[in-house]
């Protein structure tokens, strides 16, 4: 398997990240009321340390092998 270029990852979540807060604000049902932008993030903050951890799980029970 070839290396993973972490950094055109990051760039490309960057770029994309304000399209997906749009998409998440504009998936709200109709009167109910819009994120703010300190709530959007905890919840952005919350789904990536979700990720995260959930990443580190699965390194856990599949070590690397010599």
Do not use: C, Y
């Not at 270029?5 to 009321?33: C, F, H, W, Y």
Request: hydrophobic share 50%; glycine share 4%; net charge negative.
């Amino acid at each position: 398997m070839s290396p993973v270029d972490s950094t055109a990852i990051i760039n490309t979540a960057i770029t994309v990240l304000p399209s997906i807060i749009a998409l998440i604000r504009g998936s709200a049902p109709a009167g109910a009321p819009q994120l703010t932008d300190e709530e959007m993030l905890a919840a952005l903050q919350r789904a990536i340390d979700s990720s995260l951890a959930k990443d580190d799980a699965w390194l856990a029970a599949h070590p690397p092998t010599p």
